[in-house]
């Protein structure tokens, strides 16, 4: 039984560094691809997530926000910073929501 057990441990070593070895070259040529195509235009299959995907689900991060910033009014009240939490849970959910262009995440 004990091995067995040995085998079997020195087995599965060997097949963790062999798949470590062979895909390090991979890894390594990964750091070459531009992720960041910032001027480049949405496609339709971003904007179609993004109308059918995003935008109700911010929808309902809005709701709740908002829902927390009248919950959380009167402690910001007392703070002194009702602009910055209005600002934070009220504008900036409704300007990713409803302001910006479709299919720009």
């Known amino acids: 039984m004990r091995m067995i057990r040995k085998k079997l441990t020195s087995y599965v070593?060997?097949?963790?560094?062999?798949?470590?070895?062979?895909?390090?070259p991979m890894t390594a040529s990964a750091s070459d691809y531009?992720?960041?195509?910032?001027?480049?235009?949405?496609?339709?299959?971003?904007?179609?997530?993004?109308?059918?995907?995003?935008?109700?689900?911010m929808l309902v991060g809005t709701v709740l926000t908002t829902a927390s910033f009248v919950v959380t009014l009167p402690f910001s009240v007392i703070g002194g910073n009702v602009g910055e939490a209005a600002n934070r849970l009220v504008a900036e959910p409704v300007k990713y929501t409803f302001a910006r262009p479709l299919g720009d995440l």
């Open 13 to 24: 070593l060997a097949g963790m560094l062999t798949t470590a070895t062979v895909s390090l």
């Open 34 to 57: 531009v992720f960041d195509n910032v001027n480049d235009a949405p496609t339709g299959g971003e904007m179609l997530a993004d109308a059918f995907l995003v935008r109700p689900f």
